[in-house]
């Protein structure tokens, strides 16, 4: 896994959900719920987070679904009538939460330059910087050759994002690096039989 790439794992910038920064997380909410699916056991599938664009179709920042719930529960802490649990949880009924909903998403979605990874560093670089900075997913940014303009700097404005790589995407090729079957794990390497 230490030397694949990052690009070789994300998904494509243009099949994933996208939403102005203007938008609300009504809208928001309704974006990342098309894109859920029910499998026919019952499993549910869809994009945790959307990608977020300004007026000129350059991508922003992300939004997740925790920023979301994040976002709503600070709504809830900020009514006076809600001091417990059970009077939180009155919250979300669709009274309450239809004047909350008007907020915007770039008041609460995460920077682009709070946590990205370039297509040619490795998987795991792009473990590292998903750890450190305690997200789930990272924009991949297209590196440019470097040039004696640059000087190996990459102003992230000058930069395009071309996919997303998730936490999930990672963890499903760490089955291949372990040679997962179904029912047992097998390392490629052999283990030493002596005690830890």
């Given at each position: 896994m230490?030397d694949?790439l990052v690009k070789e794992?994300m998904v494509?910038?243009?099949v994933?959900p996208?939403?102005?920064?203007?938008a609300t997380?009504?809208?928001?909410?309704?974006?990342l719920?098309?894109t859920?699916k029910?499998?026919?056991?019952?499993?549910l599938?869809?994009y945790r987070?959307i990608?977020v664009?300004?007026?000129?179709?350059?991508?922003?920042g992300i939004?997740?679904?925790?920023?979301l719930l994040?976002a709503?529960e600070?709504?809830?802490?900020?009514?006076k009538t809600?001091?417990?649990?059970?009077?939180w949880a009155?919250?979300?009924?669709?009274s309450?939460?239809d004047k909350h909903?008007n907020?915007q998403?770039?008041?609460?979605?995460?920077?682009?330059?709070?946590a990205?990874?370039?297509?040619?560093?490795?998987?795991?670089t792009?473990?590292?910087?998903i750890?450190?900075?305690q997200?789930?997913s990272l924009?991949v940014?297209?590196?440019?050759?470097?040039?004696e303009?640059?000087?190996?700097?990459?102003?992230?404005?000058?930069?395009k994002?071309?996919?997303?790589?998730?936490?999930i995407?990672?963890?499903?090729?760490i089955?291949?690096?372990l040679?997962v079957?179904d029912?047992?794990i097998t390392?490629?390497v052999k283990?030493?039989?002596?005690p830890?």
């Amino acid at each position: 896994m230490h030397d694949r790439l990052v690009k070789e794992v994300m998904v494509p910038i243009n099949v994933y959900p996208v939403i102005n920064k203007n938008a609300t997380i009504g809208e928001a909410i309704n974006v990342l719920k098309k894109t859920f699916k029910i499998l026919p056991n019952n499993v549910l599938t869809g994009y945790r987070s959307i990608i977020v664009l300004d007026d000129n179709k350059e991508i922003v920042g992300i939004l997740t679904i925790r920023s979301l719930l994040k976002a709503i529960e600070m709504e809830a802490h900020n009514e006076k009538t809600l001091s417990t649990i059970a009077s939180w949880a009155l919250f979300f009924t669709k009274s309450k939460m239809d004047k909350h909903l008007n907020i915007q998403v770039k008041d609460i979605m995460r920077s682009l330059e709070i946590a990205y990874v370039y297509e040619n560093e490795t998987i795991t670089t792009a473990v590292h910087t998903i750890l450190t900075k305690q997200v789930n997913s990272l924009p991949v940014i297209e590196k440019p050759a470097v040039t004696e303009l640059t000087m190996g700097e990459y102003p992230l404005e000058n930069n395009k994002v071309i996919g997303i790589i998730r936490a999930i995407d990672i963890f499903n090729i760490i089955g291949d690096v372990l040679e997962v079957d179904d029912k047992v794990i097998t390392f490629p390497v052999k283990m030493s039989k002596k005690p830890f």
